[in-house]
């Protein structure tokens, strides 16, 4: 059974946001399950990194000749992961189009009802990934496989979603030598969801699946009970990571890293006492109320140079709305100390929650501009398909049918106080209002840790930020 695993490309589509071409994580572990279950006959086709058009794609599909082909599939890649399964069943006939990802847990009926794709997994693939091929090599009924949304004679069928994996450190390490690691590592590549990286050999890690709390707008992936690999396994691919390839910078993707503050902080005196020299960096962000000083003192000495604080909303009552329920005045404390350790602290912020009023707005650029962030980001709220804020949206009455639902970056339905164009307005103030000040922008420069990777980006960058604050104006 051979077996090819694509990831999309939506470098230069006008929707696809800035997108960086870091190491597909999630199709590198499914590659490794596959690999243990005996399937050798294995081909990463990464389109982003090599930039690969349809017509290249469909070659290197070709010249393979799999049995399988497998999409991974965010919800911004929804548009391009259905004109990808038509072109490669209208080359390939007899391949297998299965879909995974975000976007197929969240919307595993929408992907379905292509004609062209043929299984969709939802939630962690691993195993349902594996029982699904060794079910089509040896003939056998697909039908009752959990984690699996198939058609049938009568319609379409989304099975039950899996059991997690209790103990995830029995998930091989993602299968890093099927792919050409160089080309993630290309100094003039921007290969990390990290804007401000210190190494530009720099690899993505997960340590946990999962997250506990009941944020609204949040996926439901890995559920909501954190699973946690051991110390002593993360330890040992830093290692390989380290020793193998030469990386000088892990960030790591945890929902939340910092939930098991024990767990954390062996990990960080670990790295410390084996003398493992690497910078680590949090760019999806931590649980600011969830951390203490001990710990951010022991990620500085582990070598952490920069944390994203997810902190969405400055107004205490919309906090509460959301579920997300962040202690402010702890957040703040920790914000603080964190810059003082010379760590550098980046925030994430929502505009456009239910009923969010100006006011409240007002208060969460206030809490950015007041804070010692190097950086923000102020996303559009986004209802996916399959959280709770969808299900509130879907409550107004709202005919979702005629959302086009985007990235976080542009406006996909306003579900605030304010009109549309005053939530744009007010959004592009609050990034002037940080960003255009004298002080801030010595800050910022001062602070670079590597400036000539910024320097080398910066056109990209500039131009992308301009279209975030000001995405009626052409900037190309």
């Avoid at 929804?78 to 990802?101: F, M, N, P, Q, Y």
């Avoid at 080398?456 to 052409?474: G, N, T």
Wanted: charged share 25%; aromatic share 8%; glycine share 6%.
């Amino acid at each position: 059974m051979k077996i090819l695993l694509l990831n999309p490309n939506l470098q230069g589509q006008s929707d696809g946001g800035y997108i960086a071409r870091s190491v597909p994580l999630g199709i590198l572990y499914i590659a490794a399950a596959l690999r243990q279950a005996g399937y050798n006959l294995i081909n990463i086709v990464d389109a982003r990194v090599n930039d690969l058009d349809h017509q290249e794609i469909l070659a290197r599909i070709s010249n393979f000749s799999p049995d399988v082909v497998g999409i991974s599939c965010l919800c911004t890649e929804a548009a391009e992961t259905h004109r990808l399964a038509g072109l490669i069943k209208a080359s390939a006939a007899r391949c297998k189009v299965v879909v995974g990802g975000a976007h197929a847990t969240s919307s595993p009926e929408s992907l379905i009802e292509d004609p062209n794709i043929d299984f969709v997994v939802t939630g962690e693939g691993e195993r349902t990934i594996c029982e699904l091929v060794g079910a089509l090599e040896s003939g056998r009924d697909v039908s009752g496989i959990d984690g699996l949304a198939i058609k049938t004679g009568t319609g379409i069928k989304v099975n039950p979603r899996r059991k997690m994996i209790e103990d995830i450190d029995s998930i091989p390490f993602p299968a890093w030598d099927l792919v050409d690691m160089e080309e993630y590592l290309n100094f003039t590549t921007r290969h990390s969801q990290n804007p401000l990286p210190a190494s530009h050999r720099l690899m993505p890690m997960s340590t946990s699946r999962g997250c506990p709390f009941g944020c609204i707008y949040c996926h439901n992936i890995f559920g909501k009970r954190i699973r946690l690999r051991s110390a002593e396994n993360v330890l040992r691919e830093i290692e390989l990571l380290v020793e193998r390839y030469a990386i000088g910078e892990i960030e790591i993707l945890d929902d939340i890293f910092n939930f098991d503050l024990g767990r954390a902080k062996k990990i960080c005196d670990e790295i410390v006492k084996r003398g493992i020299k690497i910078k680590l960096s949090f760019p999806n962000a931590l649980r600011v109320d969830g951390m203490d000083e001990e710990l951010v003192l022991k990620l500085k000495e582990a070598g952490t140079h920069l944390i994203y604080y997810a902190i969405e909303s400055g107004s205490p009552a919309v906090q509460k709305r959301i579920g997300k329920n962040l202690d402010l005045d702890k957040a703040r404390e920790i914000i603080r100390f964190t810059a003082r350790q010379g760590i550098i602290v980046c925030g994430f912020f929502m505009f456009g929650f239910p009923g969010e009023t100006k006011e409240e707005l007002l208060k969460t650029v206030s809490f950015a501009i007041k804070m010692p962030f190097l950086f923000v980001h102020f996303f559009y709220v986004t209802p996916r398909p399959n959280t709770p804020l969808y299900a509130l949206l879907k409550n107004t009455k709202t005919n979702l049918e005629n959302i086009v639902f985007h990235h976080y970056f542009k406006l996909s339905v306003n579900m605030s106080a304010l009109t549309d164009a005053e939530l744009r307005k007010l959004r592009a103030k609050a990034y002037i209002g940080f960003y255009l000040r004298p002080a801030q922008m010595w800050r910022i420069w001062k602070g670079l840790p590597d400036r000539r990777y910024i320097l080398i980006h910066i056109p990209a960058v500039l131009k992308r930020c301009l279209e975030y604050v000001f995405p009626k104006m052409s900037w190309s």
